[in-house]
T-cell receptor, first 110, second 116 residues
Framework: SQKIEQNSEALNIQEGKTATLTCNYT??????LQWYRQDPGRGPVFLLLIRENEKEKRKERLKVTFDTTLKQSLFHITASQPADSATYLC?????????FGSGTRLQVQP | DAMVIQNPRYQVTQFGKPVTLSCSQT?????MYWYQQKSSQAPKLLFH???????NEADTPDNFQSRRPNTSFCFLDIRSPGLGDAAMYLCATSGSGTPEAYNEQFFGPGTRLTVL
């Protein structure tokens, strides 16, 4: 079965810096990979989707890369703000179902 | 605003006492999902409906059942809750048509279930 690895240790950075989060997976590459944000006690919120034939996708301060050779996606938040503090989940898409990673908690210090 | 609504937000039940969690959506989406999420873990898909077509994940316990009486509503029934079923239960929806439409999922706020 597919295994998704995200760094379980929290990432602490200073406001204004770029945060980079990693998502690694085993086995076969999905057709799509997604990133979600989850705040404590809330449901995940969709951020970005990238297709297997796309190398990079951007949305405002967010950038996602997808390397099917390395079986890895990187998620970047530029000019980070304290409001960006949350847990970020990557999710792999197979048919209609999502398989989530357990997420990495980002803490942006003012 | 179009949204996914879950009731109640917090549910306390006793060991072995059946409980039902509800989800409604105003997005008119074809697909509805139920996930279980335990603390600091990934959301785990339990099952999903594509319209009335029910799809159960292979490792979802028989203790968990679901009903979807119409497009807008979906219920999660836990027939005999155990202590290990205490978790956040998330309902999500997605559209259909383009792959992107049915792959982007919209989540409700979740119901936190406590089993005493």
């Amino acid at each position: 079965s597919q295994k998704i690895e995200q760094n379980s240790e929290a990432l602490n950075i200073q406001e204004g810096k770029t945060a980079t989060l990693t998502c690694n997976y085993t086995n076969y590459s999905p057709a799509y990979l997604q990133w979600y944000r989850q705040d404590p006690g809330r449901g995940p919120v969709f951020l970005l989707l990238i297709r297997e034939n796309e190398k990079e996708k951007r949305k405002e301060r967010l950038k996602v890369t997808f390397d099917t050779t390395l079986k890895q996606s990187l998620f970047h938040i530029t000019a980070s703000q304290p409001a960006d503090s949350a847990t970020y989940l990557c999710a792999l898409v197979y048919v209609r179902a999502l398989t989530f990673g357990s997420g990495t908690r980002l803490q942006v210090q003012p | 605003d179009a949204m996914v609504i879950q009731n109640p937000r917090y549910q306390v039940t006793q060991f072995g006492k059946p409980v039902t969690l509800s989800c409604s959506q105003t997005l008119n989406h074809n697909v509805m999902y139920w996930y279980q999420q335990k603390s600091s873990q990934a959301p785990k898909l339990l099952f999903h409906y594509y319209d009335k077509d029910f799809n159960n994940e292979a490792d979802t316990p028989d203790n968990f059942q679901s009903r979807r009486p119409n497009t807008s509503f979906c219920f999660l029934d836990i027939r005999s809750p155990g202590l290990g079923d205490a978790a956040m239960y998330l309902c999500a929806t997605s559209g259909s048509g383009t792959p992107e439409a049915y792959n982007e999922q919209f989540f409700g706020p979740g119901t936190r279930l406590t089993v005493l």
